[in-house]
C-alpha cells in the first residue's frame, strides 16, 4: 500500500451485526448514490471507509468499485495467522485478496464479549499491517475519569500495538472511551482533545516514521467533528452512521471543517 500523507483525514463507519444482507446491499447503495453527488476534489483529502460483516464484505468491495470517490472496504476482525486451523476466523491475508484496506481490531465488545486482551489485540494488528491494510486499533478506558486516568489506560494498549507493527507502517488509532460507547452523548470536547493529545505525546507514538492518525469514535456523528478538529484526524461512526444522508454529511463536514 502506498504511503499516506500525515495531513488526510480518516472517516467510516461500521455496521457491526445490525443489517441482514439485503439490507446492508440498500444502505451502502444509498450511501454510494449520495457520496457520488459530491464533487470527488472536494474530498481529495479524506479516506473514506465503510466496515460490513463478514458476510456481506465480498459484495461490498464490489460495490464500492462503482462509486466516483475512492471507498475503502473493511473488516471487523481477522486472526493473527494467515492461514491454519482456525475453525470459523478469518484470515487477514484473504482480507487482503478480496480488497480490503482497513481492518478494525481490539473493539470494546471484542475485548469484553471474547476476552481479548492487548496482546491479541497487538498480533492482529501486525498481521493487518504484514498483509498491506491499516490496523483500526480501539482503544479507550473503561470508566469516567480525568484525562490523566484515560491517557494511562490507552498507554498500554497503544505501546502493545505499536511494539508488534513496524514503526514504518501506517496505524489508525480509534479513540472510543468505553462508557461513551452507544451513549445518547459523545465524551466532553475538552475530555476527547486532553486524551488524544497525551496518546500522540505518547514517546511509542512520537518517535514512529509511519503515519498514526487517531481518530474518534464514541457515540460520533454529524456537528462533531467541528468541535474536535483541532486534534483529531477523523470520526469512526457506529450507528449514528448508518442513515446514509446522515454518514455522507459527516463526511463533508469532516472534508470541509
Known sequence: MAATPRNRR??????KMYFSLSRNRQVTGGFLEHLGKLAPSSLAHVDIFIIPDFVALAETAEQVKTCPVPVWPGA?????????????EVSPAVLSEVGVRIVEVGHAERRRLFGEDDAVVAKK??????????PLVCIGEQTRGGIALAV???????????????????????????????ASEPAGQEHVLGVVEGIRQLGCVK???????????????????????????????????????????????????
Open 10 to 15: 480518516l472517516v467510516g463507519l461500521s455496521t
Open 125 to 134: 494488528a501486525a498481521a493487518v499491517s504484514r498483509n498491506g491494510m491499516v
Open 76 to 88: 471487523q476482525d481477522c486472526h493473527w495467522e494467515d492461514s491454519g486451523a482456525f475453525t470459523g
Open 207 to 257: 518517535s514512529r516514521e509511519g503515519v498514526t492518525r487517531i481518530v474518534y469514535g464514541g457515540s460520533a456523528g454529524p456537528g462533531l467533528y467541528a468541535q474536535l478538529k483541532s486534534g483529531l484526524d477523523g470520526l469512526f461512526l457506529g450507528r449514528f452512521g448508518h442513515d446514509p444522508g446522515r454518514f455522507v454529511k459527516t463526511i463533508q463536514e469532516v472534508a470541509e471543517a
Open 152 to 182: 494511562g489506560e490507552c498507554r498500554a494498549q497503544v505501546e502493545a500495538v505499536l511494539a508488534a507493527v513496524s514503526p514504518a507502517a501506517e496505524v489508525a488509532l480509534a479513540y472510543e472511551p468505553v462508557w461513551a460507547i452507544g
